[in-house]
């Protein structure tokens, strides 16, 4: 099993910074590829970042530019780093880890609202 505690979102203006951290407890070692999704009101949840633990990144072409996501493996925390905020990028946003073995392939964290005023 894995758990996952999110910290970081928050209310900030338009063109503002946040930073996200996602903390991994448990059957760490099976963790593979660590992320952050998120999920706007009325809209499906969408794929933000992703870095594998060989650090292999995928960011959104949504956020590219502006969001940077990256992972400490000795603490199995990852950060998603977020400038240049918009409006348009309020959600709930979702820690996500994928496991190589283990009771369940994915884990969800709580998600940590960011909400981002014009």
């Known amino acids: 099993q894995v758990q996952l505690v999110e910290s970081g979102g928050g209310l900030v203006q338009a063109g503002g910074s946040l930073r996200l951290s996602c903390a991994a407890s448990?059957?760490?070692?099976?963790?593979?590829?660590m992320g952050w999704l998120r999920q706007a009101p009325g809209k499906q949840r969408e794929l933000v970042a992703t870095?594998?633990?060989?650090?292999?990144?995928n960011t959104a072409d949504s956020v590219m530019g502006r969001f940077t996501i990256s992972r400490n493996n000795a603490k199995n925390i990852v950060f998603l780093q977020m400038n240049s905020l918009k409006p348009e990028d309020t959600a709930i946003y979702y820690c996500?880890?994928?496991?190589?073995?283990?009771?369940?392939?994915?884990?969800w964290g709580q998600g940590t609202q960011v909400t981002v005023s014009s």
């Open positions: 996500n880890v994928k496991t190589s073995w283990g009771p369940r392939n994915s884990y």
């Open positions: 870095i594998a633990r060989g650090g292999t990144i």
């Open positions: 448990g059957d760490i070692a099976s963790i593979n590829v």
